[in-house]
C-alpha cells in the first residue's frame, strides 16, 4: 500500500470529530468506531465486536488465532478533545491539511494518528494467506478524553482480555526528536469542578455593590488561596502522599538531554516557567502533583457591560497525581480542602467529574528489549526511561492481567495535543508503522526461539 | 382609559426584547423606539423625532407648546438588561405576566414600566383638545444599560434640549415599601475588561501542568490581589479622592429606617454581608467606590473534563464610583494597578468599556416640594432624601442646562432589578401615573401663580 493510499486512509479517520466529551458528537463518536470496525475487517480480523457501555463504545479486534505463539494487545482511542478556540486553528480542525512534512488535525497525534500506525504494522506483518506472525489484539477506546467507564467496567468484568504477553499502549511520544522513549510512570488526574453559591438570585451591582456578597469573587479568592504563588498546593495530605523517584530514575532523568530555554520558548510558548522553584523542571512535570484552573462559569461573559453580581459561579478545576496518591482519597482532601476554605457565607460542593489513578511501569521485562531494537533498527536509537505528566486512566486495567505494559508512541513534544493546530509529523508516522511491524516480529521471533 | 387598557399597552412595550447591550438584538430595540413614537403621535404630541447616532436611537417628543408656561423635561429608557440565566425565569422575561398583583418581565421596573407612567401621567393631564397644562418634552434613550454614546453626544450638541425648568428621572425606586425617594447622589461607573495572556498557545495540563504559567489562574491571583478579604479595593489613590457624605447627608440615613435582617434576607438574599465593617450598610452602599467581577472567560466551560491550561483570560469588572471619582481618572488609577500587579510573565491589557461620573443633587428647588405634595397627596407620605448605589450615566448631561433633576421614580427594593423574574408592583404603577400627574399639575400651577 503506497504512502498515499495511507495518507488517504488516515485522513478519512481524522476527519470523523469524534469528541468524546461533547454530547453533540455522540454519532461521531460512534462513526469513528465504525469505520475502525470497518478497518479490522478489511485486515481479516474473525473477531471484531463493539464493546457497549454506558458511553462510547469500546472497538475490540483479534488477529486469526495462531496456536503456540504469544499475544499482543494493543491499546489507543479513537476519540479527541473539543477544538475550542476554533478561531486559532490555521486550518480546520477536522480538515486534515499537510504543511511542512506535518499532518495537522484534532487528533493528528493524540491518538488517532498512533492508532493509524498499530494498525498498519500489524498490515505490513500479514503473509499472503492473511496469516499474522503471532496473535495481536486490539482495545481502542473511545473515552479517553472524557473519563469514561466503558473500557474500565468491561476489563474488570472480562480480565481473560488483558491475559497476555504483552500490551502496547501507543499513546505517548518520543522524549525529544530523535529520542524515543518508553515511560516508567504517567501523573493520574482528578478532575472536579467546584460549584459555589453567595445569594438566591443573582444582584446590581449599583444597588448592592459594596455589601453583598459576590459568588464570583468568593470563588476567585478561593481558587488563589488552594494554591500559593509560589505554587504550593494547598490541599492537607497531599505532598505527604508523595513517592518520590528512586535515585536511578532521578539519576536518567539528570542525564537526560533538557534544554530549558528552548522548553520555554518552543513548547511552553511562554515567558517564565511556574512552579516550585526547588526541584527541576523534570521533576515538576513528572514526579510532583498540580493543580491547575482550567475554566471558570459564572455572571456575564458576553459583549458589552452587564453590571450583575453573580449569585453563583462554577470553577473547573484537576489535579494531576504521583505514585500513592489515589484519586478517590486526593479527591476528599480537595473536597474538604474548599470546604474548609470556603467562607460561612457560601455554599460550596465539589463535583468530582472523572480520574484515574497515577502508574508505574517496570521497564525490566524482555518485551522492553524487543521495543528498543525495533527503534534502534529504525531510528539509529534505543529508547530512553522517561516519565509523562499526562495521564491515561486505562492503564492500571490493562496491567491487571500481569503482562508488562509498554507506553511508548511517535508524538513529538511540539504537537500540541489539546491545543489548536495539533499535528503529526508525517515521518513519525512511518517510523513508527516500521517501529511496531519490527516489535511484532522481533516478539514472534523470540517466542519462537523458546520452543 | 381602563386599566386593563394600559396594562395590556404596556405588555406591548414590555414584550419587545429590546436588549441593548447584544447586537443581535439591535431591531429589537430600534422596535421599542418605534413603538414609543407611535404613542407620542397618539398622545398628540406635534414633535416626535429620533435622535440617531452610532447605536441605538433616542425618542424625543414635545407636547403641544403653551407660550409662557413651564417645560418639564421627563427622561427615561427603553432598553433592557440581558436575561440569563434564561432557567431562573418562573415566566419568560419577554412575556408579561401578572402573579399576586406584580407584572414580571425583563424591564418592567427598569425602566419601561417607570417610563409608561410618564406617558400616562401625560395622558391624564391633557384637557379635551388634547392640550396639556404646561410643556413636557421627552427624551427616551436605548443605551442606558450599554453606555451607549448617542444621548451624550445629541445633548452635548444640542444644549438648548435641556433649557428647561425641572428634569424628572423616571428610572429610581422607592427608599422602601410606602416611603417614596428623591435622590441626592448617584454612583458613577467604570466598566472594564482586563485581558491577560501568558502562553503563545493552550496547553495540555498533562505535559506542562506544574512550570506553564496557567493565564486563568494568573488573572484569579490578579483578581484577589485587587480587592483584599475586607473589602478594600487595590487600586492606589482611590479613597484619597472620595468626598464624604456632608454631616446633614448622614444624618438623615441613620434617620431612615433600615432593617438590615430583612435587608440582608429579602434583598441581598445571602447570609452575610460583605465590605468594609467600619462604614454603615448604606454608607457602603451609597457613599463608597466598590470593585466588582461580573464574569471570566477563558480556558474550557463546557460539559466535561477538558484539561486545558489556558494561555488567555478576561474577566469583566467594574467599579461604582462616588462623589470626586471621575470614571476617566478612575479608569487610569485602574489600568496602573492592573500593569503594576500583573506578573512580569503575563502581558495585560485593560479596556474601558463604559462609564459615568458620579452625580449629586441639590433638592433644594421648589420643583422638589412639588413632588412631595404629590407623593403626599397620592401615598400619604412625602419623600425622604436617599442616595443610590447605581447610575445613570447620563444624568450630568441632563444637568448641564442648570435645571433641578429630581431622581425619582416608583421601583421597590425587591424588584429584582437585572435579575431573573424582575417585575414592577402594578399598585406602584397606578400610584405613579398619579403622582406624576399630580406633579405636572402641581408644577403648572406654581407657574401659574407667579404670573
Known sequence: MSRDDQLSRLNEFLAIPSISTLPAHRDDCRRAASWLMEQFRTLGCPVVQLMEGEGHPVVWAESPRIPGMPTVLCYGHYDVQPVDPLTEWVSPPFEPTVRDGNLYARGAVDDKGQVFTLLEAYRSVLDQGGMPLLNVHFIIEGEEECGGRVIFDRLRAEPERTAVDAVVVADMGYYAPGIPAVYTGLRGLCYAEIHLRTLRRDLHSGSYGGVAPNALETLVRLLADLKSR????????????????????LKAWKSLPFDEARFLEEEVTGRALTGLKKYSVLERVWALPTFELHGIRGGFT???????????AMAKVSLRLVPNQGYEKVGKWLTRAVERLAPDYADVEVKLLHGGDPVQCDVSHPAFGVLDEAFEAVVGRRTVPARAGGSIPVVPELQLGGAPVLLTGIGLPDDGLHSPNEKVSLQQIWDGIEVFAKFFQGFAEKAGSKH
Chains 1, 2 share one sequence.
Open 302 to 312: 458576553g459583549e458589552g457591560a452587564k453590571t450583575v453580581i453573580p449569585s453563583q
Open 230 to 249: 509560589s505554587g504550593r498546593i494547598n490541599v492537607p495530605k497531599l505532598y505527604k502522599a508523595v513517592k518520590p523517584p528512586s535515585k536511578t530514575e
